[in-house]
């Protein structure tokens, strides 16, 4: 199965825009990007999702190229809550749909 | 309501033990996940169930046995587990729809997770 690499980890500041990017080159031609946040001992939680282009919510924004290989989540003025690991999940083609997370990128927001 | 709910939060078992996780969701969703998670990796999917029938097994080893009663309720049952299978268990629902694009579209809602401790 395709993979998809993020970064390991990330330092931000508070009040600092952050982005996390995530490569995809295998995703499958239709199917969409999605982000989750994870803070230690829960369940990921669901932040946003995408096809192409942007896509914006209350929490974040999500751009996407046009070729679709890779995503970047955007996480606005980020605040000591923000600390976490951030996955992103992008279907490879040829086949049912397994969701396979990645190794997620561990957010840790400073003062 | 958008809560999935998972019993016990935490699990201590000997090797000899047989128990079970539960998983409950009213959200109406059909398919029902189970992941296991060790410290500081990411989440390994072992099983899927769509419309209360095991449609994904990720290589899971049979003391590990997934069971759909109904639309709402997902078990785990574990039985003669071995330390190594120690670790955060976590379960997921989601409604597979299907995007503007003509592909996958689906968002996965988890549970809290129940902490298994193998002795």
């Known amino acids: 199965l395709a993979k998809t690499t993020q970064p390991i980890s990330m330092d931000s500041y508070e009040g600092q825009e952050v982005n996390i990017t995530c490569s995809h080159n295998?995703?499958?031609?239709?199917?969409?990007i999605t982000w989750y946040q994870q803070f230690p001992s829960q369940g990921p939680r669901f932040i946003i999702q995408?096809?192409?282009t942007k896509v914006t919510n209350e929490v974040a924004s999500l751009f996407i190229p046009a070729d679709r290989k890779s995503s970047t989540l955007s996480l606005p003025r980020v605040s000591l809550s923000d600390t976490a690991v951030y996955y992103c999940?992008?279907?490879?083609?040829?086949?049912?749909?397994?969701?396979?997370f990645g190794r997620g990128t561990s957010l840790i927001v400073h003062p | 309501d958008t809560e999935v709910t998972q019993t016990p939060k935490h699990l201590v078992m000997g090797m000899t033990n047989k128990k079970s996780l539960k998983c409950e969701q009213h959200?109406?969703?059909?398919?029902m996940y189970w992941y296991k998670q060790k410290a500081k990796k990411p989440p390994e999917l072992m099983f899927v169930?769509?419309?209360?029938?095991?449609?994904i097994n990720e290589s899971v080893p049979s003391r590990f046995s997934p069971e759909c009663p109904n639309s709402s309720l997902l078990n785990l049952h574990l039985h003669a587990l071995q330390p190594e299978d120690s670790a955060l268990y976590l379960c997921?629902?989601?409604?597979?729809?299907?995007?503007?694009?003509?592909?996958?579209?689906?968002?996965?809602?988890f549970g809290p997770g129940t902490r298994l401790l193998v002795l």
């Open positions: 169930y769509s419309y209360e029938k095991l449609s």
């Open positions: 295998n995703i499958a031609t239709n199917d969409y």
């Open positions: 959200m109406g969703h059909r398919a």
């Open positions: 995408g096809y192409k």
């Open positions: 999940l992008a279907p490879p083609g040829g086949g049912s749909y397994i969701p396979t």
């Open positions: 997921a629902s989601s409604q597979a729809r299907t995007g503007t694009s003509g592909g996958h579209q689906e968002t996965q809602y």
